[in-house]
């Protein structure tokens, strides 16, 4: 099964909707990194969450790490067209930040 | 500009071919890394390499092979032996171990088979 299961799978919004993707894990997560994508390029970094309740803001893009450090959740505020793209989370899974495992991706559109 | 090149952007290979996919960083960063991204997949992990001359398999390493010869360069060659080489292939460099380890990503190389 997979270590970081994200969802939902692929959203689509009205511009101007709020939105929020997950993305949980069956291990602790001793670090958290969201990226975009748009298709066909490579990933582009967000924002990096590391301790228990931690919350970082980007423009309209918020990220939370929970409390016991097995989900993290990306929140956009009044979606725009230029937010669409893939959102991948990677995460270090065994405390070594070494190498990061990635989810498979949720591709999110927004209709103007 | 300081990034990551990977090149060529689009590459053809023929049944029983080897072939290589550059990737290049001027971040002076230590680790580098390689993933496949195939649809629906996310990103895998193939190789990755903390330090110059040497590297650690990763999730998926059967088929492929790579060097560490400079720090600014990290090749990835798909051998023969991969059967099923058809995948977008990312290239990432980072400072390494450590607090906060960010993985920059190169633009990619979309690998086909004839």
């Known amino acids: 099964s997979q270590e970081l299961e994200q969802s939902p799978q692929s959203l689509i919004v009205q511009e101007g909707k709020n939105l929020t993707i997950n993305c949980t894990s069956s291990k602790t997560l001793y670090g958290l990194y969201w990226y975009k994508q748009k298709y066909g390029e490579g990933l582009i970094f967000l924002m990096m969450?590391?301790?228990?309740?931690e919350e970082k803001s980007h423009e309209k893009i918020t990220a939370k790490l929970d409390e016991k450090k097995q989900q993290s959740s990306l929140h956009i505020t009044a979606s725009q067209p230029s937010h669409a793209g893939i959102y991948l989370c990677g995460a270090d899974l065994n405390g070594a930040n070494s190498k990061l495992t990635f989810g498979k991706g949720i591709t999110l559109s927004v209709r103007p | 500009d300081g990034g990551i090149t990977q090149s060529p952007k689009y590459l053809f290979r023929k049944e029983g071919q080897n072939v290589t996919l550059s990737c290049e960083q001027n971040?002076?960063?230590?680790?580098m890394y390689w993933y496949r991204q195939d649809p629906g997949q996310g990103l895998r992990l193939i190789y990755y390499s903390q330090i110059v001359n040497d590297f650690q398999k990763g999730d998926i390493a059967e088929g492929y092979s790579v060097s560490r010869e400079k720090k600014e360069s990290f090749p990835l060659t798909v051998t023969s032996a991969q059967k099923n080489p058809t995948a977008f292939y990312l290239c990432?460099?980072?400072?390494?171990?450590?607090?906060?380890?960010?993985?920059?990503f190169g633009a990619g190389t979309r690998l086909s088979v004839l």
């Open positions: 990432a460099s980072s400072i390494g171990p450590g607090a906060k380890n960010i993985q920059y």
């Open positions: 969450l590391q301790k228990g309740g």
């Open positions: 971040l002076n960063h230590d680790a």
